[in-house]
């Protein structure tokens, strides 16, 4: 492997941040639009000189599509325009992220009919107008997304059934493979990094038993759908009963694709979760950790992968980021074809520790930086991390956590 190749997405490994950039509607039909809230919008251009001083070069990037797309016809690129010039400017390579939980105020949330075509018109105009960007998350988390709009009832449509649900993952799997193809249509060298939650479940109780199977095979079916591949038979039951017919799911299988696809494992210290026999579910008492997850992920679909999202906010940030990080380097030597880690997102978020139900303007100090862009601690870690990456030495840090981590997995391979 080449110096260079060293440093892509597709060949080697890098070390990548974000905006957040989250922009669902909530109760009241506030827009909870986290690129303002945490005043990127207005300071990006001090944003992207922080990240390049930094040593870090790929940066996770929303476009905001429910501003874009804000008026049917017509699309407005005026800011979207001064900040990718901004951030091409600074020596940084984005991964456009052009669906991060909000749609256009006239459209009725996820499961709307009319979003796929929306989606696919935007995507393959953002193609156009940046021929220059190469790394793409069409959409991102549809699982999440759809949970979090027509499961909980959180954002968005704000329903609280399997209909609703099976209708938002349609749609945003839809969007991800119609946008998708517009893009490779232009840029048949595009690489899509398609996101979504890195999870497990546990029975709290053996009678969760069922329930948790269950669940375990549909944290792949946003994944499955969009690489056209078929679900397992009990999530295909699941979707079938709530509205997804044979035909809708042959039209999955024919256009979706794995082509220039890298799986993208958000994991968070709460992905990890417990589940009652009422079927509630809460974070388990113990986690298996990145690592353990990853290695399930991965050998179901397949693919190279990344780290694409992780943080923690409070005082056990530096041990968080030695342990993914280090579980990360411990995939990679493993020989698994682990593309990068990213710490999202550099700026810290707001709100997010109600889920962003709630506009209490409350900062979550999970970043790399705070609102004031006063540097955390741990960046200097971070930025340690990158230049030496950047160097061609990624180095572990060898928290003790991850260490332990190791121990088991030695133990578990005797």
């Not at 329903?159 to 490779?184: P, T």
Request: proline share 5%; aromatic share 10%; hydrophobic share 40%.
């Amino acid at each position: 492997m080449t110096a260079t190749s060293q440093l892509e997405i597709e060949s080697g490994f890098v070390v990548a941040t974000g905006l957040e950039c989250s922009a669902p509607l909530i109760e009241g039909n506030l827009r909870q639009d986290e690129l303002r809230k945490t005043g990127h919008w207005e300071g990006y251009a001090g944003d992207f000189a922080l990240i390049a001083a930094m040593g870090v070069r790929f940066v996770r990037y929303g476009i905001p599509f429910h501003a874009v797309g804000a008026s049917s016809g017509r699309l407005d690129w005026d800011w979207t325009d001064r900040a990718l010039e901004a951030l091409r400017g600074a020596g940084l390579e984005p991964i456009a992220d052009l669906l991060h939980f909000g749609v256009p105020d006239d459209l009725d949330g996820m499961g709307d009919p009319r979003l796929p075509e929306r989606f696919e018109q935007y995507a393959d105009a953002f193609a156009e107008r940046y021929p220059w960007i190469r790394y793409y998350t069409a959409v991102n988390e549809p699982l999440v997304c759809a949970v979090g709009s027509a499961g909980l009832g959180w954002w968005n449509e704000r329903r609280q059934d399997d209909r609703s649900l099976v209708a938002a993952i349609d749609g945003l799997c839809a969007s991800a493979v119609l946008g998708s193809e517009r893009i490779r249509d232009r840029w048949p060298d595009a690489i899509f990094i398609q996101s979504d939650a890195c999870e497990i479940y546990v029975p709290a109780t053996p009678e969760a038993s069922e329930r948790v199977a269950f669940l375990n095979e549909r944290r792949f079916v946003a994944f499955d759908l969009v690489y056209g591949r078929a679900p397992s038979p009990t999530v295909v039951d699941w979707l079938g009963r709530n509205g997804m017919t044979d035909a809708r799911l042959e039209w999955f299988a024919r256009r979706g694709t794995t082509s220039g696809c890298i799986v993208g494992l958000d994991y968070y210290r709460g992905n990890e979760w417990s589940v009652t026999a009422e079927g509630g579910a809460r974070p388990a008492r113990r986690r298996l950790g990145f690592a353990r997850l990853a290695r399930q992920y991965h050998a179901r679909l397949q693919l190279p992968f990344m780290l694409t999202e992780t943080n923690v906010e409070g005082p056990t940030v530096e041990r968080w980021l030695a342990e993914t990080w280090d579980d990360a380097l411990a995939l990679r030597d493993e020989g698994l074809p682990i593309r990068g880690y990213c710490w999202y997102g550099f700026i810290d978020h707001v709100d997010w520790d109600s889920g962003l139900r709630r506009n209490r303007g409350r900062v979550n100090g999970c970043g790399l930086a705070g609102l004031d862009r006063r540097l955390h601690p741990v960046a200097a870690t971070y930025a340690r991390l990158a230049h030496a990456a950047a160097s061609g030495r990624l180095e572990p840090i060898g928290s003790r956590t991850s260490l332990r981590y190791r121990r088991e997995e030695r133990e578990l391979a005797a």
